[in-house]
Each structure stands twice: as C-alpha cells, then as structure tokens.
C-alpha cells in the first residue's frame, strides 16, 4: 500500500477481520487516518500498540455493546501537531509594550489540543409497541491548547458532563430532554491567535470565548 501511495500511507481502512490483520492496517495509514473495525472473522480482536496511534496521530472510534440495548461509544484522537520549517521569527507586542521576535519551530499548532476523548454510555428500552426510549451521558475530556502561532497563550483543560433522554413515539413524534456542561464546568474554546503575545496577561490572563454555563432544553418534534 505504502507503493501504492506513493509512500504516503492510505486514509481509512475498513477492516473486518481484526487479530493479526488490524495491527498491519494501522501500519499503511497515513498521518491523520482512520481505521474502522467491522468485525472479527479472523478469530478475535487485536493487541493495537498505543505508539501506533502516536505516531500517526490517528482518530479512534469505537462502540462496545456489553449486553442487547448497552452501548458504550469512545471517540478520541491523538496529534501532537507542531510548527516547522518556518524562517525567521514571529514579531509582536509583549504585555510590557516591547517588541519582541519569537521562533515558532516546534511550537504546538494553535488551538489543537494533543489529546482529546469522548466518552458515551447509552441504554435503549422498548417498554411497548408504541416505541423506544434512549438514555445517554457523555464525559469529554479536551487536553490543553494555546490560542497563539507561539505556544505561549495556554488555553487551558476542561472536561464536560452532558446527558439526555429521547422518546419515539409512533412513527411521527419524538420527545426529547437534554443537557449539557451539567456540572457547569468552566472551559475556553479560544482566544484571538491574530494577536501574537498581545493578550496574554499576568498571570497567565488572556482575553478568550468561555463555553455557556449549565443549559438544558425540552423539544418536541413532529415527523411528517
């Protein structure tokens, strides 16, 4: 496959037979791709190792259902994404009104954070023939990011509680109660990465979009 590429690796593999077969997938991905397990007619599920992922910098998406209704749903990725190969240096303001000139090699790119996963658990119920009933809460985890080209506006870690339950009710209606940032968590989606340095303040302050607080909502819909 790597031939066939021209060494670049392909982007997805679809890969139904797991054990020794999955490990050789990951090796012709290219950075950034995604495998995606269908089952295990080779015999069982394989030993994946973790510096597979690393490297690759690989999404990994997977959904365990212990026992009929139980589903367990993890998304996550790795990607330690950096600068490279940039001349010269990256002017701006500090926080003291001085100019300064930073190298940006090897600095993280900016707002990506190196490790990020989701986590679901849901449960389906059908009480009677009039439909089903779906109950789910997700746990997110977000590593820390930076707003800026340089590494030095740390945006911080956060994680989120989010859950809900959904009703189908006959062929036409759904009923639905939902919430997210449960534990009304604080946590910074980003900041201005126009502005290099220029926002960052003492003691680590910077000017940043935070997510809303505790929300939660009750829809009814009608399906025609």
Known sequence: MKALSDGR????????????????????LAWGGR????????????NIRSNYLLIKGIDVVGTLTPFKGFNIRVVGDYEDGKFQDYIGCLKY?????NPQCAQINGSPLERQPKFQVRVTPSYTVVPGPWGDVTGWVTYEHVGQ??????????????????????ANVGNN???RVQGTNLTNQIGLTEGNARVTGGES?????????PYE????NVTAKYKF
């Open 201 to 209: 303040g003492v003691g680590g302050v910077l000017l940043a979009r």
């Open 9 to 28: 690796g392909v982007d997805i593999v679809y890969d139904p037979i797991g054990a020794g077969v999955t490990e050789e997938s990951l090796r012709t």
């Open 213 to 216: 607080g505790r929300e939660v």
């Open 35 to 46: 495998l995606l397990v269908l089952g295990f007619l080779g015999g069982g599920p394989a």
């Open 93 to 97: 303001i500090d926080i003291n009104g």
């Open 145 to 166: 990011r930076y707003e800026d080209l340089t590494g030095l506006q740390p945006l911080g870690t956060y994680y989120m509680l989010s859950a809900g339950i959904v």
């Open 173 to 175: 209606w759904q009923f």
